[in-house]
């Protein structure tokens, strides 16, 4: 800690006995925006509303009023499986506190459910397609999709061949298309697709099976089984062989730049600093050299313009740098205003050099206010050896701070210059 810091520290410390502080409240840091997930299409919603209303029918099948007397309660109120009250308890407990969705749609759909309850159940067993799909029109069949239900390519009981996925399948909504897995093709996944080859096949079942690396058809497995290459290959005696786009021209990169080749591809590397365009990589393979740099042999090789007089200011030195050089201020000299003067070295400071006079006389308070607090507890004690020990040295102390020679002394001290 420095002398300025000094101060404030010791009143700091010395608050902390005297109050005690406050609470401290810690705002907590704002929460980041991030975008909402997507909501659910409204067929999911329905389903997951169904799934719910079962498994709450599946809940309270033993139950019944809880009144105590069920054989005259059934009598009376009717019996408990198919009433109102089992109703109402099931839907109190179908859609979470959260679900947005499906409180909005068990909302419009109330009136259904209890007409499904009271009218339909017999006739309907399957709430699902009864609500979801019959009367709400929000779900397709299964293997279907879209507003009409189309069936999704390769038929409804076996959508994209079982290889794939039909977007939409089961909603109102999807363009039917199918998503087909890795290795498989076509509009109903029924081929295979790139790089993959028929490894087995029969009226229901299709294994495709990767073909070598670099083929992009393939009668088979091996290097020698390709029929077509992937781009950057050629094909050569059934084999795919890379093509050098650096050595055939088919590269392009820039002035500074030189092509590397790679397996089916090629890079495209910066030029070394010393070269103005070049054939590869180091100074060795420039076309020609930067300014500040000189052909040596066959490499491009820095100059070093400080082996001439480039510094033309008083106390300046040059300093080389790759590929050009700098003028700097010489040991000892500093930059002022763009001219090198000689720096002044600081004169040793006091401890209390960086002190305000105001802080000087806050800390001489605060150092007599202990000696005054000892000296108050001694007594108080009745040590009065100690007293007298401690009200001597506070007198020579004064008489010493008050003479000329303190006054000389202390404010060398204090000032440091």
Known sequence: MSPKDLVPALLWGLSLFLSLPGPVCLQPSPLSHSSPPPEPHPCHTCRALVDSFNKGLERTIRDNFGGGNTAWEEEKLSKYKDSETRLVEVLEGVCSKSDFECHRLLE??????????????????????????????????SGTFGPSCLPCPGGTEKPCGGYGQCEGEGTRGGSGHCDCRAG????????????????????????????????????????????????????????????????????SCGADQFCVNTEGSYECRDCAKACLGCMGAGPGRCKKCSPGYQQVGSKCLDVDECETAVCPGENEQCENTEGGYRCICAEGYKQVEGICVKEQ???????????TEDELVVLQQMFFGVIICALATLAAKGDLVFTAIFIGAVAAMTGYWLSERSDRVLEGFIKGR
């Open 184 to 251: 498989y093709g076509g509009e109903a996944c029924g081929q295979c697709g790139l790089g993959y080859f028929e490894a087995e096949r029969n009226a229901s079942h299709l294994v495709c099976s990767a073909c070598f690396g670099p083929c992009a058809r393939c009668s088979g497995p091996e290097e020698s089984n390709c029929l077509q290459c992937k781009k950057g290959w050629a094909l050569h005696h059934l084999k795919c062989v890379d093509i050098d786009e650096c050595g055939t021209e088919r590269a």
């Open 108 to 141: 419009l759909s109330e009136e259904l459910v209890e007409s499904w309850w009271f009218h339909k159940q017999q006739e309907a067993p399957d709430l699902f397609q009864w609500l979801c799909s019959d009367s709400l029109k929000l779900c397709c069949p």
């Open 345 to 355: 070295i600081p004169e040793s400071a006091g401890f209390f050099s960086e002190m």
